[in-house]
């Protein structure tokens, strides 16, 4: 492996382009383009890459560039695109095509604030709006999970047990503009983790058959059905694909949950992308002074690990959930979600929101140090409670 100093833009590029080229003795790859801040770097590599069998093409808006990469995959190609806020927002309609096509397509998503009003900074309400999608989502600290999880995710997209679109995420500018060490795997390597791609039901000539077409009820229910097995199936096919990850390439890109001093902790901090770094700094310096304190990082949003979080945390009563998003009326999404997991199993738990980080804030520790403040001295949850705030 070579250890370069790159950003997280230049990581996934790097993830995606060797990936396609890893199936050039099968169907090879494709991949369709439109630029939007911060993720530009990332399909700008990709059409500079040299493919021995594939094609780039530049599009005229998110929606076609998703539409170019599912032309591609229903073809047979390894195909992967990359977005952005307002992008993904109107490539919506093609990452739902995707996902009930059953395409294993790759995207690349640079969490960045929904406008208007304009904003380019860091928020995970771009990719979080689309939940309720048979695509699955994965959230990255650093650039080097980045590169990881992009090359995972072409394996467990690919798993004729899974066949869905996965998202790799991180946040814009604290990962996708900062340049960081990170080992850059040779191609041989790639060549050997991502075999070739044979997609079970791929357009065929010699067996024609309609795509998409109008459907009875009872049809389409079925096909739900199947879907929701196959999100069942995700969780234990990641952790297959992750162990030769690591054979492999010597490396863990992570699990679906990450926990630490979560064994003997009463209060749990729960955070998801860049803030967990600081959100785990702070509970290991309260875990210091002697506090039962404990951290998990979600990486896995879909389908949600709720209960991997549970098996995790034993003896936790109350959670504090870092959000770096909002969802109008309801707080935030990662909040909700580990609540509705939790509905049931926890009698008495106390799952609190603090909404951080929101529209690309700073979440300093001394935040951080709020939070768990006023969840150790908490009764009841209550409403999200807002931080950062300046008005």
Not at 27 to 41: D, L, V
Not at 190 to 202: G, I, N, T, Y
Not at 346 to 358: C, N, P, S
């Amino acid at each position: 492996m070579t250890l370069e100093l790159v950003t997280g833009n230049h990581a996934a590029g790097y993830a995606l382009a060797a990936a396609g080229e890893a199936n050039r003795f099968a169907r090879g790859a494709a991949c369709g383009i439109y630029p939007i801040t911060p993720q530009t770097e990332i399909v700008e590599y990709v059409a500079k890459f040299p493919f021995s069998k594939g094609r780039v093409i530049a599009v005229e808006s998110e929606h076609s560039a998703m539409g170019v990469s599912i032309g591609a995959a229903m073809a047979g190609a390894r195909a992967f695109t990359a977005s952005s806020s307002n992008g993904l927002a109107y490539m919506t309609e093609n990452i739902m095509v995707a996902g009930f096509y059953r395409l294993p397509i790759v995207l690349a998503a640079v969490n960045r604030t929904l406008g208007p009003p304009w904003n380019i900074w860091a928020d995970q309400g771009d990719t979080l709006y689309l939940r309720d999608f048979p695509c699955i989502q994965l959230y990255c600290e650093t650039n080097q999970e980045v590169l990881d999880s992009t090359l995972l995710a072409f394996r467990l997209a690919e798993d004729r047990r899974i066949l869905l679109p996965v998202m790799v995420i991180m946040d814009a500018f604290i990962l996708s503009h900062t340049q960081t060490e990170t080992d850059l795997p040779e191609q041989a390597l790639v060549d050997e983790f991502l075999p070739p791609l044979s997609l079970p039901h791929r357009l065929n000539f010699d067996h024609p058959a309609t795509i998409g077409g109008l459907t009875w009820p009872r049809e389409t229910l079925s096909q739900r059905v199947e879907i929701d097995e196959a999100f069942e199936r995700v969780p234990a096919a990641y952790e297959e694909h992750r162990a030769e990850f690591r054979r492999l390439l010597g490396r863990d890109p992570g699990g679906a949950i990450s926990a630490e001093a979560t064994e003997d902790a009463e209060t749990v901090l729960v955070a998801s992308g860049t803030i967990a770094s600081t959100a785990r700094e702070a509970v290991r310096q309260r875990r210091r002074r002697g506090e039962r304190i404990g951290f998990v990082k979600m990486k896995m949003f879909r389908p949600f690990p709720g209960e991997a979080l549970l098996q995790a945390c034993p003896n936790a009563r109350k959670f504090g959930v870092l959000d770096r998003d909002y969802a109008a009326g309801l707080g935030g999404v990662w909040w909700h979600d580990l609540r509705a997991a939790l509905q049931g199993r926890r009698d008495g738990a106390i799952v609190q929101g603090y909404l951080t980080g929101v529209c690309g804030g700073d979440v300093t520790p001394d935040m951080i140090d709020e939070v768990i403040d006023d969840l150790l001295e908490r009764r009841s949850a209550g409403k999200p409670v807002w931080k950062g705030i300046d008005r």
